[in-house]
């Protein structure tokens, strides 16, 4: 799976239960990178698409086991460290900010290869950064 992940300038993903921030070109773009893939997601997150933008978004709680190999998994609320087997493939989206947060992307990203990053300008955000990662071999 590829895991998809917000995070902010202290790797902090969601604060109170809540997610720190939304972007919607960072639905554009997870939707462009998707293609026609399979999105996966839980219902908090699924939230984000009910406009339509994601005919492909698929909203199931235990979608980190059900996601299978090249599906997309869009990750605000948990910590991915039991599905890294799994996971072929982190890319981060960073806010360029800091926010209250009590729920943090801890990954020691040592035994991953950044292998991709760009800037672009968000909806509600100056720069969001994208990084992508794969597993060193």
Known sequence: MIAVICIDDKNGMMFNHRRQSQ???????????AGSGN????????????????KNAIAD??????AGENDYCF????DISPYLNRIEKIILFKWNRIYPADLYFTLDMKAWKQTGQKDFQGYSHEKITEEIYTRLS
Do not use: G, H
């Not at 990750?75 to 948990?78: P, Q, Y």
């Open 23 to 33: 972007d919607r070109k960072v639905r554009e773009r997870i939707m462009e990178l």
């Open 61 to 66: 709680e235990a979608f980190l086991e059900k």
């Open 39 to 54: 999105v996966w997601m839980n219902a908090y997150s699924y939230k984000q698409f009910t406009d339509d933008s994601l």
């Open 75 to 78: 990750i605000e609320d948990r």
